[in-house]
């Protein structure tokens, strides 16, 4: 008996490219705050914020171009907790391609003390290209309508270290120099002189301690026109002391999410109540399987709750047909328990001392199915991280080898 696998659930690949704010001046800083729904004025925020398509939480793509591009993206290997995936901003071949992706403020200068951000260049037209932190300011002060001494201070990684492409980098941009995109002086001590991409540099001191009335105006990654061709990665953008976590969705595994109307925040499943979600979390799949052409036994026990501890979230594989033999235990480091559907993935990598397969992440699928048909079970393996944990977690491009169940049944519950 043959069974074709469709995928259970996805994640939507949302391309935003709009052409939304140019921030220029002062109509344009209050333009932004106004119409990113902020108050023009200094407010405390939590530590980390989880950003996600469906929840920006105050990002604009504001001045991105025709030719530019801003998407979250799937990234397993991005930094922070939690850790799906990243901002992705792309140039095409045009120079006038630009894409950027900005947050209002309205911070004095002088409390700012934290400026970070994690980069990841894939690939550039400049070898050492990558996405710049920005942070437009008002270097002479600014009321709820105006903005004296306009200008954005530019950070770029590769004037103040190496890129390195493939690699997530950390930047401390609080302790680096920057250059500014125009000229200002208010005749006294605050004069800062128009760089247009490289000096004359400042640093933030020096900039704090010449401008004491300036005003940060927003912050935010960018890259520029004339840069085309650039495939780039931004994550964790710390702005004095909050860091902004970008996530292309947010993986329920913990039950600590669901409180404090932490339920309320997912739409891929949504629930009515926190119990709901609790009850979600909490689900698990099991099953001692028999498989046939070739002969196989899996042994499993997975739950969502990645906390779990015990024998949960483990493996045991045989494969009898398999030359010489080959047989193994697994820890799941990634799993999709729906006890609604009855159907679950779960993620484990085959353990060193079995040469041409150690490495290789295998992704199962099990369903439980009433009656008296048979349950479902099947699984496909490949080298690639990103891609097995984009099939466990969205089941997107996912289409496993099917195999007949011989003996056991899958059990699911929640």
Request: hydrophobic share 35%.
């Amino acid at each position: 008996m043959r069974y074709i696998y469709n995928n259970l659930t996805g994640v939507r690949k949302i391309r935003t490219k709009v052409r939304a704010l140019t921030i220029g001046g002062a109509a344009g800083i209050v333009a932004l705050a106004t119409a990113i729904g902020l108050p023009f004025a200094a407010h405390a925020a939590p530590t980390q914020v989880v950003v996600t398509p469906s929840n920006t939480q105050g990002w604009s793509t504001s001045d991105t171009r025709p030719g530019g591009a801003v998407n979250y993206v799937a990234d397993p290997t991005a930094p922070g907790t939690p850790h799906t995936g990243a901002l992705q901003l792309t140039t095409d071949a045009t120079t006038t391609s630009k894409a950027q992706y900005m947050h209002a403020s309205s911070t004095p200068l002088s409390q700012v003390t934290e400026l970070s951000y994690a980069t990841k260049q894939n690939s550039a037209s400049f070898a050492q290209g990558d996405a710049s932190y920005q942070v437009p300011v008002c270097l002479g002060g600014a009321t709820s309508t105006t903005c004296t001494g306009f200008t954005t201070l530019v950070y770029e990684p590769y004037e103040n270290g190496t890129v390195t492409a493939g690699n997530w980098q950390t930047w401390d941009v609080a302790a680096g120099q920057f250059w500014s995109s125009r000229s200002y002086t208010d005749g006294a001590n605050c004069t800062v002189g128009a760089g247009g991409g490289g000096a004359p540099f400042y640093t933030l001191a020096d900039l704090k301690a010449a401008c004491p009335s300036a005003v940060v105006a927003g912050f935010g990654v960018n890259i520029g026109s004339n840069n085309p061709s650039y495939d780039v990665e931004a994550d964790l953008v710390n702005f004095n002391g909050t860091t902004y976590n970008f996530e292309p969705y947010v993986v329920l595994n913990n039950k600590e999410q669901c409180f404090h109307d932490g339920y309320k925040t997912f739409t891929n499943p949504s629930f009515k109540n926190q119990g709901q979600c609790v009850r979600w979390v909490e689900a698990h799949a099991n099953g001692n399987l028999h498989l046939a052409n070739p002969s196989q036994q899996i042994t499993f026990n997975v739950t969502n709750d990645v906390t779990k501890e015990g024998n949960h979230n483990t493996v045991s594989y045989t494969n009898f047909d398999y030359p010489g033999g080959l047989s193994y235990q697994a820890n799941v480091t990634c799993s999709y328990v729906n006890p609604e559907t009855k159907e679950a993935r779960f993620m484990f990598q085959i353990p060193d001392g079995h040469p041409g397969l150690s490495g290789l992440y295998v992704v199962a699928y099990a369903k439980e199915v009433r009656g008296a048909q048979p349950d479902l079970y099947g699984h496909a393996a490949t080298a690639d991280l990103a891609t097995a944990t984009q099939w466990c977690q969205t089941g997107t491009g996912f289409s496993p080898t099917m195999y007949t169940i011989t003996q056991g049944r899958v059990e699911i519950e929640g």
